[in-house]
C-alpha cells in the first residue's frame, strides 16, 4: 500500500526531453524512497545503478535484473565494436549479443562527435528501460524503474562538451597506448 502512496506524489518523468529541468533530483527521490519503501526495497534502490556488476549479481526484482543484462551486453557489444575498429581482439565471454544491438552499437561508434554518441545510447538505454517498464505502476518494481530513469536522465544533464572532449581525448590516448581501463561513471 505505501508503493500507492508513494508513487501517487512522484512527479511524471514521461516526455521530457534532454533540455528540461528535472522536476525532482535523485537525493529527494531517494529521501522519499526511505520514507515510504521496506528495509529489502532499500536496499535494492541502494545498489540501483546505470553500471551494473561486470558479474552478475541476484537481485530480488526481476526489472532490475533485467536491466543489468541489457546494460552488460550493451556494455560488452561497445567493447567488442570498438575493439575491432581498433583491431584489437576482445573475447566477449560467449555472450550472445543480438544483431539489433550490434547495429546501434556500430552506429553509436561510427558517430564523429563523442557526445551525440552518448545521447544516441541513451536513447537507446531510455528505450530498453521503457520496454521493461512494469504494468503495476503502484509496485516496487515501478519504482525501481522510476529509479533508473531519473538516472538516466540526470546523467544527460551532467554532461559538458570541453570536458567530455578532455576525457574523450585521454581515454582514447590511454587505450591506443595499450593500457587497460575499467568503464567510469
Known amino acids: 500500500m505505501a508503493e500507492y502512496y508513494f508513487m501517487s506524489q512522484l512527479p511524471s ?3 521530457i526531453d534532454d533540455h528540461m529541468s528535472l522536476p525532482i533530483t535523485e537525493e529527494r527521490f531517494l529521501e522519499l524512497c526511505h520514507r ?6 532499500q536496499r535494492e534502490m541502494e545498489k540501483l545503478s546505470l553500471m551494473p556488476p561486470r558479474v552478475r549479481e541476484n537481485s ?16 560488452l557489444a561497445l567493447a567488442k565494436v570498438r575493439a575491432e575498429k581498433m583491431k584489437k581482439p576482445f ?5 550472445n549479443i543480438s544483431p539489433e544491438l550490434l547495429k546501434t552499437v556500430h552506429t553509436a561508434v561510427d558517430m564523429e562527435n563523442p557526445l551525440e554518441a552518448e545521447y544516441f545510447l541513451n536513447r537507446h538505454r531510455l528505450n530498453f528501460l521503457e520496454s521493461i ?3 503495476d505502476i503502484f509496485s516496487e518494481e515501478s519504482v525501481f524503474y522510476y529509479g533508473l530513469k531519473l538516472k538516466l536522465l540526470s546523467r544527460m544533464r551532467r554532461f559538458d ?4 572532449k578532455a ?3 585521454k581515454n582514447y590516448d590511454l587505450i591506443m597506448n595499450g593500457e587497460r581501463l575499467e568503464a567510469t561513471k
Open 167 to 169: 576525457l574523450y581525448k
Open 60 to 75: 530480488g526484482s526481476a526489472l532490475i535484473e533485467t536491466w543489468n543484462e541489457g546494460e552488460r551486453n550493451l556494455r
Open 91 to 95: 573475447d566477449i565471454e560467449s555472450k
Open 161 to 164: 562538451a570541453e570536458i567530455g
Open 36 to 41: 515510504f519503501l521496506g528495509k529489502k526495497a
Open 133 to 135: 517498464r512494469p504494468m
Open 13 to 15: 518523468l514521461d516526455g
